[in-house]
């Protein structure tokens, strides 16, 4: 029998257990648990072996660090809603239909959820955060999904995204990385495409898709397509992956069978679309996921391309970093849209403890390695973050080598079965590392990972914020390493700031190189200065 009770904050003395478990070590932190196998409970917290349940809450967790920190999040809710309690099942403080008998939030209240919370809106009548996912009409299958899962309440985001998304309004959000950002457009998603089947008629057997989600990479869509099927299970809601690699026939013959949400990489849609007639008139919901990864040259074409064949859809934009210039062209894509930001834009989780050390890059892989081997710094599993497809080879090898790790891989050129064993690998903690390029950058939910070391700097910091984003999720404690030289000096000034803001140590070579300076005048006029 799996069973605590106690003050966790009382330490492991205060801790009863069950007579049969009185033997048993109480495991005292999520990294010391296994990850769980397909069928376990998992840890609501960071998605581990649920070996235990919360005497308080009722909820699956893995060690006694997941109830602190599921405990904390609570109380955190509780006090930051402003309100003395959070809400019972029937208690709603926001109504989107007027049909509950519960009240909704003030003005000021409003204004002060939005503020403790760091809710940021820009547009006109924005409705007022919820507080619970039993607030907002769903279906009571999609809200036993959202229960299920573990989502007992929802993130800010969520809160806010969600009743602005089900009244029909188009959003362009951004949140910190691992915030529930995917369950706040899947819900309003399920919520309409399940609502408009249910109203259509029976006899009616035309299923045209109702709402296309994209994203920059198959893995992510994979992880998206899976999410959105737990959450729609038990309701008329079909999903078609539809990315490159795994052959197209098998997405078309899915498609013809009538699904409700496509979830796809640009490319691959466009050139389904291009070879075969599909109809896209019942489009009413268009999801673009790492928006300004999706806007930027190279996907922008593709994603206008798919927009403009749609009938003026909602459209949903979400990403942890988005721009000014991205913020222009994604309001010019929907009338009357909802700007959302939840704290500090394009600023890394404040969850993830970042170390960056000045390494010259023929140094470079004997630091992983020493990295690698030392107990104190290495807390696999790990993702190792590399620029090339070719570096990315070479380096997965000379890990196992050097190291005796087993290292996987995973890359754009490997094919689609490749990738998919190498994540199930990773998952399954059959390596304590993956080495990558860009293609786990965005995304993706590697629960369970708890450092990224950066070997190659990416191109720009919000693709940094992104990777070392993977350490944590929904502010579990997690660590970054980023080796940085001289070749990434355009990156110093935005660089030095970010490490500065989350109290992260600038590495002497770093400060004191003359990169750094944001205020370094450009070379002509320094030029111009000491010649005058
Ligand atoms: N309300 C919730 N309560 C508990 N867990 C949640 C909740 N919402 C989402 N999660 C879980 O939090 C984790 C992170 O969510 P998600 O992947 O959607 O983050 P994200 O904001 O999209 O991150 P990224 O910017 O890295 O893509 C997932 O494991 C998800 O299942």
Redesign the pocket.
């Known amino acids: 029998m799996e069973f605590w009770t106690g003050d966790p904050t009382a330490g492991a003395d205060a801790i009863q257990l069950s007579v049969d478990d009185a033997a048993d070590e109480i495991v005292q932190t999520s990294r010391q648990q296994r990850l769980a196998f397909p069928g376990d409970p998992k840890c609501?917290?960071c998605?581990r072996y649920g070996e235990y349940i919360c005497d308080q809450t009722d909820d699956d967790i893995c060690s006694l660090e997941c109830k602190q920190t599921l405990l904390d999040?609570i109380a955190k809710a509780q006090s930051s809603a402003a309100i003395k309690k959070v809400p019972g099942k029937d208690e709603c403080f926001y109504v989107s239909d007027g049909r509950s008998e519960s009240m909704s939030l003030t003005a000021d209240q409003t204004e002060l959820l939005r503020k403790k919370l760091g809710i940021h809106v820009k547009g006109n009548s924005v409705p007022p955060p919820v507080l619970s996912?039993s607030c907002c009409n769903l279906h009571s299958k999609l809200l036993n999904n959202?229960e299920s899962?573990?989502?007992?309440?929802?993130?800010p985001?969520?809160m806010q995204a969600i009743p602005v998304a089900l009244n029909g309004r188009s959003v362009l959000a951004s949140?910190?990385?691992?915030?529930?950002?995917?369950?706040?457009f899947l819900i309003p998603v399920i919520s309409h495409c399940a609502a408009f089947r249910l109203a259509q008629n029976a006899n009616n057997s035309t299923k045209r898709p109702l709402a296309i989600v994209l994203t920059p990479t198959r893995e992510?869509c994979i992880?998206v397509e899976d999410?959105a099927k737990l959450l729609g299970k038990g309701l008329p809601f079909k999903t078609a992956l539809v990315v490159g690699g795994d052959p197209m026939a098998g997405q078309i013959h899915r498609l013809h069978q009538g699904v409700e949400l496509i979830v796809a990489t640009p490319g691959r849609l466009i050139d389904l679309l291009a070879k075969h007639d599909m109809e896209l008139d019942d489009v009413t919901m268009f999801v673009v996921?790492?928006v300004d990864c999706m806007l930027q040259r190279g996907f922008r074409d593709q994603v206008m391309q798919i927009f403009l064949s749609l009938a003026q859809p909602q459209v949903l934009m979400?990403?942890?970093t988005i721009s000014d210039s991205v913020e222009k062209l994604a309001s010019s894509m929907a009338k009357d849209i909802v700007l959302i930001s939840i704290g500090q834009p394009n600023k890394p989780s404040m969850a993830v403890k970042q170390v960056a050390i000045w390494v010259d890059t023929k140094q470079k892989k004997q630091k992983l390695f020493d990295v690698l081997s030392s107990k104190q710094h290495f807390d696999p599993p790990a993702v190792v973050y590399v620029g090339s497809r070719i570096g990315a080879d070479l380096l997965s090898n000379a890990i196992s080598v050097s190291t005796g790790l087993k290292a996987l891989l995973i890359h754009g050129e490997k094919s689609m079965k490749e990738r998919r064993e190498a994540m199930r690998q990773f998952l399954m903690g059959e390596a304590p590392v993956i080495v990558s390029t860009g293609v786990l950058g965005?995304?993706?939910?590697l629960?369970g990972v708890r450092q990224v070391i950066v070997f190659d700097m990416p191109n720009s910091i919000k693709e940094y914020v992104?990777m070392i984003?993977?350490a944590s999720?929904?502010g579990v404690e997690g660590k970054a390493i980023a080796f940085i030289n001289e070749e990434s000096k355009a990156l110093f000034p935005e660089f030095v700031e970010v490490l500065k803001s989350s109290g992260a140590a600038v590495p002497r070579e770093l400060a004191n190189s003359r990169y750094s300076s944001k205020s370094l005048p450009s070379s002509k006029s320094w030029k111009k200065r000491k010649l005058g």
């Not at 899962?149 to 993130?155: E, N, S, V, W």
């Not at 965005?442 to 939910?445: A, L």
């Open positions: 609501v917290i998605g999040r996912f959202v899962a573990g989502f007992d309440l929802p993130t985001v969520q949140a910190d990385t691992g915030s529930g950002k995917t369950a706040s992510l992880q999410q996921d790492e979400y990403s942890a965005r995304g993706i939910d629960l992104h984003g993977r999720r929904m």
